[in-house]
Structure formats: C-alpha cells, structure tokens
C-alpha cells in the first residue's frame, strides 16, 4: 500500500461523527426508519469510551467487519475478497452478523469477546464451595465482557445432605441461585444488563425448590431459570406413574433417592410457567441424543447446559458466536402470484455464511489472546488474576478445537408472508422445513469444504459420529456430501442455530427469528407541542406533555400493500386497517393468533434441521387455562423439540408467593411489627458506594434506609450478608431505634445499632415520609415515580433521591407497564420493568439504574 493510502486510511479510522450528523445520515440510510436509526446508532456505531462515533452509517459498519474478515481469509486458499463479503453484508441484506460480533469485530476501543454465549461448569461434579465460589468469579469475568452465560446447578447436592464442615449439613440448590443471580444484577451496572441461565435436572431431590424458587417477588431476579426434563419422567407424566429423584443424578449408586408422583411436579411446572412465564422447559434426553459435539463427550464437549435464550447447548467453556440469515431476501416478486424463493442464491449464501462464522472464530482467537495479554499486565497479583485467565485460556482451547459456529436465520415471518404462506400452515411448515434443511445440508457441505482446505477441527472422528441422528439425517439427504465428510471430516464441530435476532430484527426491518410477526399494524406516539401550527394532540400524559397518534405498518406489510396497488401513505380508519388486515398473508398469522399446537409442531419439524437449538416462544393469551400450557409441553417433546418457553400475556405482573396455602395480602399493618425481614440491596451512585436496608412485609417493602457506605461510621457489612432483619426498640428518652441484624458464617448474630442514626439526618427525614408512603400500600411503581419526582435542592439528597430509587426498583413485579412511560429510542408506550430495569418491548431498549 502506497504512503499516502496509508494516511487517508489512517484519517478515516480517526474521523468522528456528532451524534445529531450521524443519526441523520442513518436515518436517512434507513429510508425514515427513526426506531432502526436511533438503535444502530446506540447498540452497534463504532464509539470509544468518551462517546465518540467513528461511524456515520451502516455501511461504515459492514466495511469494518468486512476489511477484518477479508483479512482473515487472506490466511487460506482461494480467499473471498473485501468486496464479496461487503456485497452480503451491506444493507443488512442477506448475511447479518449477531450483536457480539457485529458491534466487536475490528473495534479497536474494546478488549472483549466475540461470542454471543458461553457456558461454564467444573470438571467433573464437584459441589465443593470452592468449586462453586470458582463458577460465581467466573460467569462475573465473562458478563463483564458483556456475555451470555449458562451453568447448571445439578452436581449441587440436595438440601440436608451431610457435609464434612462447621454447617454440617447442606443449604441445597437456592442459596446458590441466589448468590449466581446477584452476582448477574451486580454486574448490571449503568445499562449493561448480565444475561445468566440456571438449569437443573428433573431428577435432582431438590427440583421443586429450584421450580419454585422465582414464584416470591424479587427472588433470583439475575437469572433465567430451565428445568432439564428426561424421557423417564415425561413418559410417568403421561403414564401417571411415580418417578425417581436420586443424588448423584446420573449415579448407578446413588447416595440418595426418593419416590415422588411425577404427576404433581409436573402440574408445578405447568402452573408456574402458565403463572410467570418461567420455568423454561430443556428435554435433556433429547438435547444429549440429538448433540453432534455429545459425540465427543468423553473428550470434554458433554452438553452441560444452554445459553440464556436456549439456542446454544454448550460443554463447559465452550462458547459459540451467532450470525443470521436473512431469509426474506430470497423472496423474488414478493407477494405476487409470481413469488418465488431463489434456493440457488440462497444455498450459496449459506456456504459463504458458514466460511464466514469459521472466520469469525480466528478472530475470536485474537481477541482471546488480547484479554489474556490485558490480565497479564493487571496490576493484581498472580493469585488474584488465575481464575480469570485459567478461564479464556479454557475457552480459547475449546473455541480452537472445536471451532464451534452458530449461523442462523431471521425473518421466517415475512418469508412465508412473501410467498403468500400463512405461517402456521401445513404447506408454510412444510416449506420452512426444506429451508432449514437446506441450510443444514449447504452449510455442512461448507465445513467439508473448508477441512480439505483448511484442516478439519482437531479431534474429529467419523467412528464417534456414525449413530447420530442429526448425521444420519445428512447422510439420507445427501450421500456424496456425507462421504466427502467421511473421508475429509468437518471444520467445525456443530455449525447451526436458530436465536431470537431482536434488535438485529430491526436493521433488516423483518420479522425476528423463527417468529411470525408481532403485529402487522399499530400505533406509536410522538411528543408535540401543542402551540405549534397544524398539531395534531391526540394524548395528553399524566404529567402534561401532549403526543400525537400515529399508524406504523410493519415494513414488509407496506410492501404487501404495493404489490396490491395500495397507497400506505394514505390515512385509514380502524376498520379500514381491519379489513387490509384480513386480505393480506399476515392475517391469523400473528404471534398471538397462530394455532399454539401448530407452532410447537413446526419447532420440532424445523429441530430435526438444525444441530444445536431453536429459541422460541409460544405466545398465548391472558385467559388460556393451565391445561393449555401442559398439552403444548407435551406435544414439544413428541414433536422432537429439545426447549419450549411459553408465555401468557401479562403473566409477569402481579405479587407472586412462594407458597400457595399463604393469601395474597395486599394491605401493609399500620402498627410496624417489632421485627421486619430485611434484604441489604448495594450499588453506587456517582461512583460512591451506597447501601439500602429494605424492611419487607410480606415480601414487599414496608420500610427504606439507605445512604452511603462509611467506614467511619460503621455502615460496612461484609459482602455476603444481604439478608437479616430490622428491629424496632425503644431508647430510654422514649423514642425508637432500628437495628439491623445478621447471622455470620459460624451462625452467631451479630447487630448493627441505630439505623435511624448512622446516616445522615436529612436522608432519616426523607426516609420516614417514603417508608409511611410504603406502609400504607401504594404500588411499588408508584413509589418508585414520586421519589424521582421529588424536587430537592442539595445535591446530597438527590444523589440520596437516587439511591432509594433504584433500590425500590428491584421490587417492582417483572411486566408491571410503566404509565405514561414513552421510550426514548423509538417512542413507543410499551415500556415495562424487567428485573428493575426499564424494558421498551417494541425496540428491545434497557435502561438501568
């Protein structure tokens, strides 16, 4: 390269963008798509750790990823070139890298991870606090570089068991998910949002503790929560027969055991899942059955448990990055009686998809290699820094050996809509099923291509693989392909998923994943001024800011309406909407109007084409009965699905109990009872350290102290306590006093003296106003507005102000919408809490703390 390209190119890597130039560059790259726009330019634009934009528009985006992958590939015969990967690229047209990779490769501001997913455990089962405080170090390593992580809680041993130490018997499997999902919220700090997966067997003792441990509010708020379902016991759920739970689980002499009806755990499941939309359901036989890598279990790639969404069943230290395909873009003459679907194109595409993703993981390398120099030249000693680095040198091993991918697909929806499919159909199954079988067939036949060229990954063996179903089925499609792999072997040890492509959903402006769309038509609104000229005030909000109503069509539902001959732009009625509605390929093909049963039955049709999993969710009305819900778990595992979530709309709003035979009590005594539970909720505010003591009654809290933690003053709790209670005790000048108190490690209680007192007086003031406002039974949410509504002039008490609200906020019931909530990326009303953050259900935006 000549001196002067050199320096121009130098120029452009440093050229930044205001934020107000680049969005309108992107919003007119997405033809007015503001929603596309404003979640480009805040998830995925290159910017440093002072907010500086280095890119203006996806298309600097897809050149970066672009140049790297070329790059790469300069390392093999017959490279693809620059050119080649940014024509697939571009537009966000036909290859779609997932959020990880897209927003990691070649940003040169970062030290992190390309993976999407991980999945951690210890060699062996061991249940050791060692081996479990090891795990909790561990998956607070990788969320800190934003991934996703999965363990499974199985090797725990039940509670009760005999230990050899000062407790002498075992606390069993909910401490620990408590510890794991704090761990998660911890690392949630100013936006990030940990995303962890919490599994366990059917068979453990300790199951229905573990099924019931999210039903009390605010509970393992950090993690999601799946519970690994065998045949054994699904066929005594159908047969009616009792099934055995024994530790150790897989054990031929175990060291426990006991009879349980099967049928009444499994109505457990059934009711919580239909109640809160957790637990989700993993059929563990047929994950293991159905796992090409389970073939090498021996060797370290046993299945262990899955990423946060399903997709991705992993060993321990594996990980794995996604990429999708857009399958629109196959559609030629969309909508018309001419629509066709270009297999040719599109199985080309795949290949190249598939010798992308294994470039992708030379990065990946790279990056690891980059973390791992970053540990080294940490200040902390050797000691501190080993799990760490023991960690990445663990998953660089598997990423290299393995060399695992996770190419996918979006927009099945509008596919199907295109080639005037209705999605849920026996003809639109059918066809979904040879797509996906096309995929796995091309992208197969990709990995054999690249060992002949490349090396085959390093422990492949066809002795090991000749049973497997998912082998088998490729050898009864495609007898050539499966002898070249026989003789060549594979580059990649498993190539295939299918993810929720959310926000990624947006840039291609389809329909997300395997999903159908979610409406075809609705409504947003747009803040106005309401003296401006020719404004139109359809809404006025509880604060007194007036919005405009207006009509957004899903973008392929506007494409439908050309091809029909019909002006979009043009203003409609309701009804006039309606009956659009019912003309198109979208009609009864929403996700909450497609056959429930029909949806479940193409996931298990579509499983039998894809190597590792399918995230889906089975949406279902409010007034559904339970029985619904057992009926389509049932139907999955016979339909060869290996997860099935279900949810029920609203069903994450409400005060959830732990124990059915206690009455949901909504009221608050006036008279405060002498002791209170009390939760400890820590977190910083201005990069000082605070702490919140939260009297709870009846689970929800009655009372709030909180200020900042002084060493001085005594307000240090060690780190694991985050449970006690609040005692009210009277001092001899007749007023009262709070005490907190604490049972330590050897089972002594130990007490704080004077909570009223240890922090500043003007916080105990403030304090006592919002703990009479809790006493007296306002919702948590409306709490939560009136403590950020309160206009306070020290800067103390705001920062105090603050610290009580994003306390309060944990207890807010997952689903509760927020009132008048306006999101600020795409202007939607669907604003929720989630596990106290802020939740725009439309655009998938988060806002914490």
């Not at 066809?462 to 007898?479: S, T």
């Not at 900042?708 to 006093?737: A, F, H, M, T, Y």
């Not at 403030?766 to 800067?795: F, T």
């Amino acid at each position: 390269m000549e001196v002067q390209e050199q320096k121009q190119q130098v120029k452009e890597m440093n050229e930044t963008f205001n934020p107000e130039e680049a969005f309108q560059a992107t919003f007119k790259y997405f033809n007015g798509d503001e929603l596309a726009a404003r979640v480009w330019l805040n998830k995925y634009a290159l910017k440093d750790s002072y907010g500086n934009i280095y890119e203006k528009t996806p298309d600097d985006m897809h050149r970066r990823i672009a140049s790297e992958i070329a790059r790469v590939e300069k390392n093999y015969p017959n490279p693809l070139s620059e050119e080649e990967i940014f024509a697939v690229l571009k537009d966000f047209k036909y290859i779609v890298p997932q959020g990880s990779p897209m927003s990691g490769i070649g940003n040169r501001f970062q030290v992190a991870s390309l993976s999407n997913c991980f999945v951690i455990g210890n060699d062996g089962d061991s249940d050791s606090y060692g081996g479990i405080m090891k795990i909790d170090q561990e998956q607070v390593q990788l969320m800190k570089r934003r991934g996703g992580v999965g363990h499974d809680l199985s090797h725990i041993r039940p509670k009760g068991s005999p230990v050899k130490n000062s407790a002498l018997t075992s606390t069993g499997i909910v401490p620990f998910m408590e510890r794991y999902s704090n761990s998660t919220r911890e690392v949630a700090q100013d936006g990030r949002r940990g995303a962890l997966m919490l599994s366990v067997s059917v068979r453990h003792p300790d199951s229905e503790d573990f099924i019931d441990a999210k039903m009390e509010q605010g509970k393992v708020t950090g993690a999601n929560v799946s519970v690994k379902m065998h045949d054994e016991f699904m066929q005594a759920v159908v047969d009616g027969t009792e099934f055995t739970q024994q530790y150790p689980i897989n054990s031929k002499n175990p060291s426990y055991s006991k009879s349980i009806d099967a049928g009444k755990l499994w109505g457990k499941i059934v009711h919580n899942a239909w109640k809160s939309a957790e637990p989700g359901i993993l059929f563990w036989d047929t994950i293991e059955r159905e796992s090409v890598p389970d073939c090498y279990a021996d060797l370290g790639y046993r299945t262990v448990s899955t990423n946060p969404c399903g997709e991705i069943p992993l060993c321990p230290y594996d990980s794995c990055r996604l990429l999708a395909i857009n399958l629109y873009s196959y559609v030629e003459n969309p909508f018309t009686e001419k629509a066709t679907f270009n297999f040719e194109l599109f199985g080309k595409h795949v290949a190249m998809a598939q010798r992308m993703m294994d470039d992708i993981i030379d990065l990946e390398l790279e990056k690891i290699d980059a973390i791992l120099e970053k540990i080294d030249e940490d200040p902390e000693g050797g000691e501190i820094k080993r799990v760490e680095r023991n960690l990445w040198t663990n998953i660089r091993k598997k990423a290299e050996e393995g060399r695992r991918t996770g190419v996918g697909i979006t927009a099945e929806g509008d596919m199907l809509a295109g080639l005037n499919l209705r999605y849920g159909t026996d003809e639109a199954i059918d066809f979904s099923v040879e797509v996906h079988k096309t995929i796995a067939v091309e992208a197969y036949r990709s990995s054999v291509y690249m060992a002949k060229d490349r090396g085959a990954f390093e422990i492949y063996d066809k002795e090991r693989e000749l049973k497997n179903p998912f082998i088998l089925r490729l050898k009864n499609a495609d007898e050539s392909l499966y002898k070249e792999m026989v003789k060549y072997g594979r580059r990649n040890i498993a190539c295939l998923t299918i993810a929720p492509t959310g926000t990624t959903s947006l840039m291609t402006q389809t329909t997300s994943g395997i999903e159908p769309v979610f409406m075809p038509v609705y409504k947003r609104r747009r803040k106005v001024n309401p003296n401006d000229k020719n404004v139109r005030v359809d809404f006025v909000d509880e604060i007194g800011d007036s919005w405009e109503e207006f009509v957004v069509f899903h973008h392929k539902f506007v494409t439908w309406m050309e091809a029909n001959g019909i002006n979009a732009a043009q203003h409609f009625t309701n009804e006039e909407i309606e009956a659009l509605v019912k003309k198109s390929p979208y009609y009864k093909a929403t996700s909450n109007d497609v056959d429930w049963l029909q949806k479940v039955r193409m996931q298990g049709k579509v499983q039998k084409w894809v190597d590792h999993s399918i995230s889906v969710t089975v949406n279902l009305p409010n007034d559904v009965p339970e029985s619904l819900v057992g009926e389509l778990y049932i139907e999955a595992w016979k339909s060869g699905c290996k997860g099935c979530t279900v949810y029920r709309d609203g069903s994450r709003s409400g005060v959830l109990l732990s124990n059915d035979t206690k009455e949901e009590k909504t009221g608050m005594p006036e008279k405060r009872p002498e002791e209170l539970e009390a939760e400890v909720v820590r977190f910083q505010n201005n990069k000082e350290k605070w702490i919140a003591f939260i009297g709870l009654y009846n689970g929800q809290p009655y009372e709030v102290f909180t200020g900042i933690v002084d060493d001085d003053e005594g307000i240090l709790l060690p780190k694991s306590v985050n449970k006690g209670v609040i005692i009210k005790r009277k001092e001899e000048d007749g007023s009262s006093r709070y005490d907190f108190q604490f049972c330590n490690k050897r089972g002594f209680k130990t007490t704080f003296e004077g909570l009223s007192y240890k922090f500043d007086k003007e916080f105990w003031n403030y304090a006592k106003l919002i703990s009479g406002v809790l006493r007296h039974g306002m919702p948590i949410e409306g709490v939560v507005n009136l403590v950020a509504g309160l206009q306070l002039d020290s800067e103390n008490i705001n920062t105090w102000k603050n610290g009580v609200e994003r306390a309060l906020k944990k207890y807010i019931p997952n689903g509760t919408k927020v009132k008048g909530g306006i999101c600020n990326s795409c202007g939607s009303e669907h604003i929720i809490y989630q596990e106290g953050c802020l939740i725009c259900q439309s655009c998938g935006t988060s806002k914490c703390g």
